[in-house]
C-alpha cells in the first residue's frame, strides 16, 4: 500500500505530539491529586496538633467547642480519644461515632507519630483520616482523630483536569497545524528535487534547485546540483566527442581515399601497361609511400586502444634525459630546418628519467613534431631540470600558440588543432597528444600546456624523480 511521505510525516508528528501530551497530562494530574491530598493531610495536622496543645494546656473543653465550630463550618470534624481509644470528645454527636481501628492503633502504639488514610468510608461519603497520638514518656495518653470529606478536593481536582483537558485540546490543535505546515514544507522541498530529476530523465540538464544550508535536504540538493554539473558536462563531452568522431571519420575516409585512389591508379597503369618502363620505379615508391602512411595510421590507432585500456607493459630503466633530447634532435634536425627552425637543448648533465625508453621517446617526439609543424622561422627548446622530488621536462616553441578556448580540448582523441592535412608521421590524424597525456599518466606523471596565440606554446611534463 503506497502512503503519501506527506501523510507518513505528518503520522509521525501527531503521534509523537500526542503520545507526549498523553504521557504528560497523566503524570500532571496524579502529581497535582497528590499535592491536594498532601495538601489536606498537611492542613488537618496542623489543626489536630494545634488542638492536642491548647488542650493539654487548658484542660477545658470550651477551647475545643471554639476549634469544633471552626472546624464544622469547613466541614472537617475531629474526635478526642484517650489512652484506651476511647472517644471522650464530643460524646453526643455524629463525628463521636469515629473509631479508632486496632489497625490504627497498633501503629499508634508502635510509635507512629500521625495515621492517614485516604478514599475511606464514613457516614456514606469519602473521606480523609488523619490520628495524631498524644504521648507522656512515651506512652500513648489519648490523641485526636480528624475527618475532612474529599469531596472538595475531588472538585478541585476535576476542576483542574478540565482545565488541563482544554489546554491539551489547544496544544494538539496548534501542534498539528504546525505539523502539517512543517510536513507541507518538508515534502514541498523534496518535491522539487523530484521534479528536477524527472528533467534529468527527459535530458534537460539546466535543472538546478536552489538550496541553502538548513539541514540534510540542502545538503543532497547541493549535491544534487552537482551531480546535474557533472552529467551537463558529460553530455557536452558526448556531444563534442560524437562531432569529432563524425569529423574524424570524414577525415579518415579522406585520408584513405587519396593514397588508395594513388594506389589503385599506379597498380591500374601498370596491369595495362599504361606507365612507361622508366616512370614504373617512381610509380612502386609512389605505392609504397601511400602503403606506409595507411599503415601509419591503423597502427596509432591500435595504439591509442591499446593504451587506453592498459593492454601495455611499461619496462622502465633508468635513461639520461640529455641522451634522449640529443637522439631527438638528430631525428628531427633536418625537419627543422626545412621550416627554418632552430632545436636548443638546456638539460642538467646528471638529469635522470626512469621510464620506458621506446614510449618516452614517442612521448617527446610527439610533442616535439607538433612544436615544429607549427613554428616556422622559431626556435624550439629542450630543457629539462631536477627538483628535490620531480623531474621537469619543458617543451616550448615560438610558433603560432593555441587559442585559450581550445588548450582543455587539445588532448581528446579527435582534435586536430590544424584543420588542413598535412603528411606528417605524428599527429596527423589527431591522436598523437591523446596517446601522449595517456602515456605520460601510465609513468605516473602529469603534462600541462600553457599557450599565447602568436606567442608560442610550452608543454611541461611533470615525472616522479
Avoid at 35 to 64: A, D, H, P, W
Avoid at 136 to 154: A, F, Q, V, Y
Wanted: glycine share 4%; hydrophobic share 40%; with cysteine.
Amino acid at each position: 500500500m503506497k502512503i503519501k511521505y506527506i501523510y507518513q510525516l505528518f503520522i509521525s508528528h501527531f503521534s509523537i505530539i500526542f503520545i507526549a501530551f498523553l504521557i504528560l497530562s497523566i503524570l500532571f494530574s496524579h502529581y497535582v491529586e497528590n499535592l491536594v491530598y498532601k495538601n489536606k493531610v498537611s492542613e488537618l495536622t496542623s489543626y489536630g496538633e494545634s488542638i492536642l496543645r491548647e488542650f493539654e494546656q487548658s484542660k477545658r473543653e470550651q477551647s475545643l467547642s471554639q476549634y469544633r465550630r471552626f472546624l464544622n463550618e469547613q466541614n472537617t470534624y475531629f474526635s478526642i480519644f484517650d489512652s484506651r481509644g476511647r472517644i471522650v470528645y464530643p460524646l453526643a454527636t455524629a463525628s463521636s461515632h469515629m473509631k479508632i481501628t486496632e489497625e490504627d492503633w497498633d501503629k499508634l502504639s508502635n510509635g507512629q507519630n500521625v495515621v492517614v488514610k485516604q478514599n475511606i468510608q464514613w457516614a456514606s461519603q469519602d473521606v480523609s483520616l488523619v490520628a495524631i497520638p498524644s504521648l507522656s514518656n512515651g506512652d500513648i495518653n489519648g490523641g485526636i482523630l480528624l475527618i475532612s470529606p474529599i469531596s472538595g478536593s475531588r472538585e478541585m481536582i476535576s476542576e483542574l483536569n478540565q482545565s488541563l483537558f482544554y489546554t491539551i485540546l489547544i496544544a494538539l490543535f496548534v501542534s498539528v497545524l504546525l505539523s502539517w505546515l512543517l510536513s507541507k514544507v518538508h515534502v514541498n522541498r523534496i518535491e522539487k528535487i523530484r521534479r528536477a530529476t524527472s528533467k534529468i530523465a527527459k535530458g534537460n540538464y539546466d535543472a538546478h534547485i536552489e538550496t541553502g544550508n538548513l539541514d540534510e535536504i540542502d545538503e543532497m540538493a547541493n549535491d544534487f546540483n552537482n551531480m546535474v554539473d557533472q552529467l551537463k558536462l558529460s553530455n557536452e563531452e558526448i556531444v563534442r566527442l560524437e562531432n569529432r568522431r563524425r569529423q574524424f571519420m570524414a577525415d579518415v575516409s579522406h585520408e584513405l581515399r587519396t593514397p588508395l585512389t594513388t594506389i589503385s591508379g599506379v597498380i591500374e597503369g601498370m596491369r595495362n601497361n599504361m606507365i612507361p618502363e622508366e616512370e614504373k620505379e617512381k610509380g612502386i615508391q609512389l605505392v609504397s609511400d601511400e602503403t606506409k602512411r595507411l599503415i601509419r595510421l591503423v597502427n596509432e590507432n591500435l595504439d591509442y586502444e591499446r593504451i587506453r585500456s592498459n593492454q601495455i607493459t611499461l619496462m622502465k630503466e633508468t635513461v639520461q634525459l640529455k641522451e634522449l633530447f640529443e637522439i631527438m634532435n638528430e631525428h628531427l634536425i633536418m625537419e627543422a630546418k626545412n621550416k627554418h627552425n632552430t632545436i636548443q637543448l638546456d638539460v642538467d648533465e646528471e638529469c635522470e628519467v626512469q621510464v620506458d625508453y621506446d614510449r618516452f621517446i614517442q612521448i617527446l617526439i610527439n610533442i616535439t613534431k607538433n612544436s615544429i609543424q607549427f613554428t616556422e622561422n622559431g626556435t624550439i627548446w629542450l630543457r629539462g631540470k631536477q627538483t628535490l622530488t620531480n623531474t621537469v621536462i619543458e617543451i616550448e616553441d615560438t610558433g603560432i600558440g593555441i587559442d585559450p578556448s581550445e588548450i582543455e580540448s587539445i588532448w581528446s582523441r579527435f582534435y586536430k588543432a590544424d584543420l588542413s592535412r598535412t603528411s606528417n608521421q605524428f599527429g596527423e590524424f589527431g591522436l598523437g597528444l591523446s596517446i601522449v597525456k595517456r602515456l605520460v599518466e601510465l609513468h605516473d606523471g602529469t603534462i600541462d600546456v600553457k599557450s599565447q596565440k602568436g606567442k608560442g606554446t610550452i608543454f611541461r611534463i611533470i615525472l616522479p624523480k
